[in-house]
């Protein structure tokens, strides 16, 4: 089972009046995560736009374990949980210093530029369940 692991430093803009990062960008640092873990698998985001085909997110969670503060580094672990006919989903755990801070789920559906839902090219699902 393939788990990409992405690191992001915390911004001082990323931070509430609190001082921990607020909630909202968790789901940023999913998608960044997510951006490279397809990347690393030979699936760039930019070259299937191309080619008209789109990854909506239609399903986000996130459950917030510990605070993570400005410049702290954020490990984020993501996977590729399953694959369907048309849609997939993506978990991440999320650590700083080896603790865990965070856990989420995302579940995406492939569509055309119109916003169908279309199944997922042959290629593109051959690369993403070897890396299940």
């Not at 089972?1 to 990062?21: F, L, P, S």
């Not at 080619?51 to 410049?71: F, L, Q």
């Amino acid at each position: 089972m393939y788990k990409h692991n992405t690191a992001i430093r915390v911004r001082y803009e990323e931070t509430d009046r609190m001082g921990v990062v607020y909630y909202g960008k968790y789901f940023v640092w999913f998608e960044v995560a997510r951006t490279e873990h397809f990347r690393e698998l030979g699936l760039s985001y930019s070259e299937l736009e191309k080619r008209g085909i789109r990854i909506m997110v239609v399903d986000a969670r996130c459950i917030y374990r510990n605070p993570v503060t400005y410049d702290d580094i954020v490990d984020i672990q993501t996977r590729i949980l399953n694959v369907k006919n048309t849609s997939m989903v993506f978990t991440y755990n999320l650590y700083n210093e080896g603790k865990l801070v965070a856990t989420g789920e995302t579940g995406h559906v492939f569509t055309d530029e119109k916003g169908r839902p279309i199944r997922i090219p042959t290629e593109i699902k051959r690369s993403i369940n070897a890396s299940i």
